[in-house]
């Protein structure tokens, strides 16, 4: 049912519950450092995230950074679990269900470090967007960074025209008193038929039903708030450069490390186009023409301010890093826009290796030169930042950070292990460690439960995380296949806590979250 207070935005089906590593500062401080850029970092501070979704990210970041954090998300079911999260473990974040324009209109707000907003952008009013930059020249201080994520043209051409008969058939062609699945599928059935006609727009934009197929098999959450809002306002990059312009922000860097690889996104022609550019803003709205660009994730400060190149030299070297998995399962390849490439052993093997010593704890760049001296400064660069860039490795914030945030993230983290007990929504843990989320599956928190009861053998740990989902009437697919015995379904729960045992404790030790 459509009500007033929703604006056209899709809110039958509740938001999933995932969580955003680019809304985590420590993160966002090493994508500006990263690029040459100053950033504010404090342990007092103020951040802000709006349209928080299910809560999931806000209330880790909230948990692993030191100060504090206002959110809003004008959803009041969604508003309404990201608040029990926070009480649970006793947070001082205030999360509000506020429209912008309710937001915008408090007194009691204060200066902000950061803002961030993700996937909310292109899914509003322009009145909206024209508040959410009001809200920032208001709230973010001189200095602070604002990350935003959006929709965004060349690479959204073809699939734009697809996206408006979802949700033309939405609003014009079901029953409302259906339920969002079904009126989901009605209008992807409606697409599947009228592509099937082969009218010219298909003929015109190769592999649309390949796309609307992948469509079809996409979560149901997900798909509702991608595709069926009323609102959806896709943008060029420079166009939101031109948006945020009042609110004083100056475009910095993308939040995609990957991005600084050029041969990984790039043709040799395409780099040497780019390099004849010298306007910035014109040579970024290019490089979106030769990647094909569909979603930016773009960090602008308010105030830009360039390090030099030793500071920003002195600044990585003094930046921790921590693996996010066991050395020996990193893939060899990455992918890019230009294609996939292979990890050279010589030069990944040794980086790997020196981040997985000592018990896998962080080591700074300096450290971590030091134990690959005959690797050079750039070449130790880029192998990081590839690393962070695959997610299979981050960025750490200081050591005195994550003491002021240890217990609390401990608090949390209870908390969502306890959550597990009953539902696999939050596969997520908080690190004091990156400051934000580490991926820990509902069964490996079953495992920690029982470790935290005493229990030390793999073997026990499955039979509490059997005991606890048998009772549910849930079972184990393995190979696709449903395990349909107690034998079947402990063998496999075992496996999978020996191998948690083997490689993954280690690590979430190293991460601060056992």
Same mark, same amino acid.
């Given at each position: 049912?459509?009500?007033?207070?929703?604006?056209?935005?899709?809110?039958?089906?509740?938001?999933?519950?995932?969580?955003?590593?680019?809304?985590?500062?420590?993160?966002?401080?090493?994508?500006?450092?990263?690029?040459?850029?100053?950033?504010?970092?404090?342990?007092?501070?103020?951040?802000?995230?709006?349209?928080?979704?299910?809560?999931?990210?806000?209330?880790?970041?909230?948990?692993?950074?030191?100060?504090?954090?206002?959110?809003?998300?004008?959803?009041?079911?969604?508003?309404?679990?990201?608040?029990?999260?926070?009480?649970?473990?006793?947070?001082?974040?205030?999360?509000?269900?506020?429209?912008?324009?309710?937001?915008?209109?408090?007194?009691?707000?204060?200066?902000?470090?950061?803002?961030?907003?993700?996937?909310?952008?292109?899914?509003?009013?322009?009145?909206?967007?024209?508040?959410?930059?009001?809200?920032?020249?208001?709230?973010?201080?001189?200095?602070?960074?604002?990350?935003?994520?959006?929709?965004?043209?060349?690479?959204?051409?073809?699939?734009?025209?697809?996206?408006?008969?979802?949700?033309?058939?939405?609003?014009? &062609?079901? /029953? !409302?008193?259906?339920?969002?699945? =079904? #009126?989901?599928?009605?209008?992807?059935?409606?697409?599947?038929? @009228?592509? *099937?006609?082969?009218?010219?727009?298909?003929?015109?934009?190769?592999?649309?039903?390949?796309?609307?197929?992948?469509?079809?098999?996409?979560?149901?959450?997900?798909?509702?708030?991608?595709?069926?809002?009323?609102?959806?306002?896709?943008?060029?990059?420079?166009?939101?450069?031109?948006?945020?312009?009042?609110?004083?922000?100056?475009?910095?860097?993308?939040?995609?490390?990957?991005?600084?690889?050029?041969?990984?996104?790039?043709?040799?022609?395409?780099?040497?186009?780019?390099?004849?550019?010298?306007?910035?803003?014109?040579?970024?709205?290019?490089?979106?023409?030769?990647?094909?660009?569909?979603?930016?994730?773009?960090?602008?400060?308010? &105030?830009? /301010? !360039?390090?030099?190149?030793?500071? =920003? #030299?002195?600044?990585?070297?003094?930046?921790?890093?921590?693996? @996010?998995? *066991?050395?020996?399962?990193?893939?060899?390849?990455?992918?890019?826009?230009?294609?996939?490439?292979?990890?050279?052993?010589?030069?990944?093997?040794?980086?790997?290796?020196?981040?997985?010593?000592?018990?896998?704890?962080?080591?700074?760049?300096?450290?971590?030169?030091?134990?690959?001296?005959?690797?050079?400064?750039?070449?130790?660069?880029?192998?990081?930042?590839?690393?962070?860039?695959?997610?299979?490795?981050?960025?750490?914030?200081?050591?005195?950070?994550?003491?002021?945030?240890?217990?609390?993230?401990?608090?949390?983290?209870?908390?969502?292990?306890?959550?597990?007990?009953?539902?696999?929504?939050?596969?997520?843990?908080?690190?004091?460690?990156?400051?934000?989320?580490?991926?820990?599956?509902?069964?490996?928190?079953?495992?920690?439960?029982?470790?935290?009861?005493?229990?030390?053998?793999?073997?026990?740990?499955?039979?509490?995380?059997?005991?606890?989902?048998?009772?549910?009437?849930?079972?184990?697919?393995?190979?696709?296949?449903?395990?349909?015995?107690?034998?079947?379904?402990?063998?496999?729960?075992?496996?999978?806590?020996?191998?948690?045992?083997?490689?993954?404790?280690?690590?979430?030790?190293?991460?601060?979250?056992?």
């Amino acid at each position: 049912m459509s009500n007033a207070w929703n604006e056209g935005y899709f809110t039958d089906e509740g938001y999933t519950y995932s969580y955003s590593r680019e809304i985590n500062p420590v993160f966002l401080r090493y994508c500006l450092l990263l690029r040459g850029f100053a950033s504010l970092e404090t342990t007092e501070g103020y951040h802000c995230e709006l349209g928080f979704g299910q809560g999931v990210s806000i209330n880790i970041h909230a948990a692993a950074n030191p100060g504090s954090w206002v959110g809003t998300d004008f959803h009041p079911g969604q508003a309404a679990h990201a608040n029990a999260l926070a009480t649970a473990w006793g947070s001082d974040a205030q999360l509000y269900d506020d429209s912008f324009e309710q937001l915008l209109a408090r007194h009691d707000l204060p200066q902000f470090d950061s803002i961030s907003l993700h996937g909310i952008w292109t899914w509003v009013s322009r009145d909206n967007q024209k508040l959410i930059v009001e809200f920032a020249r208001r709230h973010l201080k001189p200095g602070g960074l604002l990350y935003i994520s959006y929709n965004c043209f060349p690479g959204w051409s073809p699939l734009a025209p697809l996206r408006h008969l979802f949700s033309l058939h939405d609003r014009f &062609g079901t /029953n !409302r008193s259906e339920s969002p699945d =079904q #009126r989901i599928d009605a209008a992807l059935q409606f697409s599947e038929a @009228l592509l *099937a006609a082969n009218p010219n727009y298909a003929a015109s934009a190769p592999n649309l039903n390949a796309k609307l197929q992948s469509i079809k098999g996409q979560d149901r959450q997900y798909v509702a708030h991608e595709y069926f809002n009323r609102d959806w306002n896709c943008m060029y990059f420079t166009d939101v450069v031109e948006a945020l312009a009042p609110a004083k922000l100056d475009f910095a860097t993308t939040a995609v490390p990957l991005d600084t690889v050029d041969p990984l996104n790039l043709s040799a022609e395409g780099m040497d186009f780019l390099e004849g550019i010298d306007h910035p803003i014109v040579r970024e709205q290019a490089r979106d023409y030769f990647v094909n660009q569909n979603f930016r994730r773009d960090v602008y400060v308010r &105030g830009a /301010n !360039r390090l030099s190149a030793s500071e =920003q #030299r002195q600044g990585m070297f003094n930046t921790r890093f921590v693996l @996010l998995q *066991a050395a020996d399962s990193v893939s060899d390849t990455v992918k890019g826009p230009a294609g996939e490439a292979s990890l050279q052993a010589e030069v990944y093997g040794p980086v790997l290796e020196a981040l997985a010593a000592s018990g896998y704890m962080p080591k700074t760049l300096r450290q971590l030169s030091g134990a690959v001296p005959s690797m050079s400064y750039d070449d130790l660069v880029q192998a990081i930042t590839v690393l962070v860039g695959m997610n299979v490795a981050a960025p750490c914030q200081s050591e005195a950070a994550e003491k002021l945030v240890q217990a609390r993230c401990s608090t949390l983290n209870l908390q969502l292990c306890k959550r597990s007990l009953l539902s696999n929504k939050i596969q997520v843990l908080a690190s004091p460690v990156t400051g934000g989320g580490v991926p820990v599956s509902r069964f490996q928190q079953l495992f920690l439960i029982s470790i935290k009861q005493g229990k030390k053998h793999p073997a026990e740990w499955a039979q509490l995380a059997w005991s606890i989902i048998s009772d549910q009437g849930e079972g184990l697919l393995k190979d696709g296949n449903a395990l349909t015995t107690a034998e079947e379904n402990i063998a496999e729960l075992t496996e999978q806590a020996e191998a948690f045992a083997g490689k993954s404790l280690v690590i979430l030790k190293a991460l601060g979250i056992l």
